[in-house]
Nanobody, 118 residues
């Protein structure tokens, strides 16, 4: 298993940018597909973006396409989420999760708060 720690959140004005990082412990990080999810107050956790284990395929929810970019560095056991053109509706706690062999994403970290002011 991997243990995940998210960082990089903060308060930013609409139109601004943030880069989130998710550091993983464990020697098998490169075997996992990785995803970013978010949970706004009063809402369920939702999928944001995912990247396969070797970084060759990425997936995004429609609301972030063209604004967010997911990437990974397997040598550093880290996955990133570059967020540009942020909107107030992007405000949420962002979590990264890991999936192996098609299992549901899990191994959640503590999350990092992103707040976008209008």
């Amino acid at each position: 298993q991997v243990q995940l720690v998210e960082s990089g959140g903060g308060l930013v004005q609409a139109g601004g940018s943030l880069r989130l990082s998710c550091a993983a412990s464990g020697r098998t990080f490169s075997s996992y597909d990785m995803g970013w999810f978010r949970q706004a107050p009063g809402k369920e956790r939702e999928f944001v973006a995912a990247i396969n284990w070797k970084g060759s395929s990425t997936f995004y929810t429609d609301s972030v396409k063209g604004r967010f970019t997911i990437s990974r560095d397997n040598a550093k056991n880290t996955v990133y989420l570059q967020m540009n053109s942020l909107k107030p509706e992007d405000t949420a706690v962002y979590y990264c999760g890991a999936s192996i062999n098609g299992t549901a994403y899990g191994n959640w970290g503590q999350g990092t708060q992103v707040t976008v002011s209008s």
